[in-house]
Antibody, heavy 119, light 110 residues
Framework: EVQLVESGGGLVQPGGSLRLSCAAS????????IHWVRQAPGKGLEWVSR????????FYADSVQGRFAVSRDNAMGTVYVHMDSLRVEDTAVYYC????????????WGQGTLVTVSS | QSALTQPASVSGSPGQSITISCTGT?????????VSWYQQQPGKAPKVMIY???NRPSGVSNRFSGTKSGNTASLTISGLQAEDEADYYC??????????FGTGTRVTVL
């Protein structure tokens, strides 16, 4: 069974940093792109970032470009997103999501981890 | 990277058909057939219902169908059922090699 388990969320002050982790299991991790998607409380989904299966390419939404950095450790089956210069508007549930292999959509979602940016 | 535009809400009676539109630009929907649709039930993670404009993953009811014309994609739910009540989001691949989601549509079964 495909599983994606996020961790690392919590309360952080504006301007602070946080690192989220996503532990994957149930599939060949090194064969898949992994995305991060977030959802602010009571709001819609927002695509944040994605990282290639071998870690050689990353892409970001304009809203986080230059502040977030995604990386992965294929030996550990884990993806990370390091978030700097956090803003109140970054408050959201962050989902780790698997890209469907060979396709341009996502097919498995984690349950999410809540990041709250507040003073 | 502005969000794709969807109606905030759509409603219908059981058995009816409803259609949700998703309007983008020539940099996303208009230039690619990589449009997908997701259903999100309250408190749950989203589930893919349609990919590549009109393809259904295995296990998704054939009451769900998708189309695209120009910069606008559409999701149709036929034979509306109470269990279809949820939020629906479209998404598209973009010319910047990123993705963009729609603003979301709340479907209510009357």
């Amino acid at each position: 069974e495909v599983q994606l388990v996020e961790s690392g969320g919590g309360l952080v002050q504006p301007g602070g940093s946080l690192r989220l982790s996503c532990a994957a299991s149930g599939f060949i991790f090194s064969d898949y792109w992994i995305h991060w998607v977030r959802q602010a409380p009571g709001k819609g989904l927002e695509w944040v970032s994605r990282i290639k299966y071998d870690g050689t390419s990353t892409f970001y939404a304009d809203s986080v470009q230059g502040r977030f950095a995604v990386s992965r450790d294929n030996a550990m089956g884990t993806v990370y997103v390091h978030m700097d210069s956090l803003r109140v508007e970054d408050t959201a549930v962050y989902y780790c999501v698997r890209g469907a292999r060979g396709y341009y959509f996502v097919d498995h979602w984690g349950q999410g981890t809540l990041v709250t940016v507040s003073s | 990277q502005s969000a794709l535009t969807q109606p905030a809400s759509v409603s219908g009676s059981p058995g009816q058909s409803i259609t949700i539109s998703c309007t983008g630009t020539s940099s996303d929907i208009g230039n690619y057939r990589y449009v997908s649709w997701y259903q999100q039930q309250p408190g749950k993670a989203p589930k893919v219902m349609i990919y590549d404009v009109s393809n259904r993953p295995s296990g998704v009811s054939n009451r769900f169908s998708g189309t695209k014309s120009g910069n606008t994609a559409s999701l149709t739910i036929s034979g509306l059922q109470a269990e279809d009540e949820a939020d629906y989001y479209c998404t598209s691949y973009t010319s910047a090699s990123t993705y963009v989601f729609g603003t979301g549509t709340r479907v209510t079964v009357l």
